[in-house]
T-cell receptor, first 116, second 112 residues
């Protein structure tokens, strides 16, 4: 149990386009989902926290108009990178928390975004 | 938020126990210690977590010192597939969001 999927696993896009990444909890309801980005050989950096049905909370320095997060249901959160530029190229990872007495986060496999 | 300190890298011989230390000297009373690992280009995988008692599951054991200022993750019989970056995380509970703050982790290399 506790499987989290991401789609797509890899995406290449042109500069100036927008890219949407989906994060789904497959066998549990996620009260909270998190989005991270990771640069090569670096640690994960938390971008934002999203709770179902409410606005996401962004970490300091993360542009909310650049990285749009929607958490429309208890099993789906989406991250849209708007007007992507080469510096947005990164590995984006989501995680989901079951809530209740289960507080560990379960991570998706990640999405590698390359902006040309 | 409590921060963690881990050695940047460690080597371990295949079949031997791998002991990965973590310091979290500013941990507060209700914060848990979580361990995850990340194999190259994959999402982190949950290993184990604990509050103050030692914990064991099918993957590993977690030893937490009595003062809770440090912990050790033990992989009892390391295999080549255990080569990964291991992250020790103290779960922050700012505004009840339970967010994780990742440190730099320990890059464990299991040697044949």
């Amino acid at each position: 149990g506790a499987v989290v999927s991401q789609h797509p696993s890899r995406v290449i896009c042109k500069s100036g386009t927008s890219v949407k990444i989906e994060c789904r909890s497959l066998d549990f309801q996620a009260t909270t989902m998190f989005w991270y980005r990771q640069f090569p050989k670096k640690s994960l950096m938390l971008m934002a926290t999203s709770n179902e049905g409410s606005k996401a909370t962004y970490e300091q320095g993360v542009e909310k108009d650049k990285f749009l997060i929607n958490h429309a249901s208890l099993t789906l959160s989406t991250l849209t990178v708007t007007s992507a530029h080469p510096e947005d190229s990164s590995f984006y990872i989501c995680s989901a928390r079951r809530g209740g007495s289960y507080n560990e986060q379960f991570f998706g496999p990640g999405t590698r975004l390359t902006v040309l | 938020d409590a921060k963690t300190t881990q050695p940047p890298s460690m080597d371990c011989a295949e079949g031997r126990a791998a002991n990965l230390p973590c310091n979290h000297s500013t941990i507060s009373g209700n914060e848990y210690v979580y361990w995850y690992r990340q194999i190259h280009s994959q999402g982190p995988q949950y290993i184990i977590h604990g509050l103050k008692n030692n914990e064991t599951n099918e993957m590993a054991s977690l030893i937490i010192t009595e003062d809770r200022k440090s912990s050790t993750l033990i992989l009892p019989h390391a295999t080549l597939r255990d080569t990964a970056v291991y992250y020790c995380i103290v779960r922050a509970t700012t505004s009840g969001t339970y967010k994780y703050i990742f440190g730099t982790g320990t890059r464990l290399k299991v040697l044949a």
